[in-house]
């Protein structure tokens, strides 16, 4: 028998998903535009920023900023810096994917 969840890591796991398909897409995109033979080439350069600042960077501040299941602030953000490979939140120090640490007292 399996102990229920303490803290639920969906909205995370599915954030991060959305991240990660981003940056990917990035690559991806940057390859196909021809990015990587000729920076001056219109409009490769043009489409690639627009998707990086339009798609990109509001998937990463939305993953940075997804609350911590145990103290509900930002897990990848703390006063105004980000961090978004951190283990662990950076706030309450809840292990990222963990079930059953201590709550904070
Ligand atoms: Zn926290």
């Given at each position: 028998m399996s102990?229920?969840?303490?803290?639920d890591w969906s909205?995370?796991?599915?954030?991060?998903?959305?991240?990660?398909?981003?940056?990917?897409?990035?690559?991806f995109l940057m390859f196909s535009l021809?990015?990587?033979k000729s920076v001056t080439s219109f409009p490769g350069p043009v489409i690639w920023i627009a998707?990086?600042?339009l798609v990109v960077f509001p998937l990463a501040f939305r993953f940075?900023?997804?609350p911590?299941?145990?103290c509900g602030k930002a897990l990848h953000f703390?006063?105004?810096?980000?961090?978004?490979?951190?283990?662990?939140?950076l706030n309450c120090g809840l292990k990222i994917n963990s079930e059953n640490q201590p709550e904070i007292k």
């Open positions: 102990a229920a969840l303490k803290y909205v995370y796991k599915k954030r991060r998903i959305q991240f990660v398909l981003g940056l990917v897409a990035t690559f021809g990015e990587v998707w990086l600042v940075a900023l997804t911590c299941p145990r703390k006063k105004g810096f980000g961090y978004p490979f951190s283990p662990a939140c």
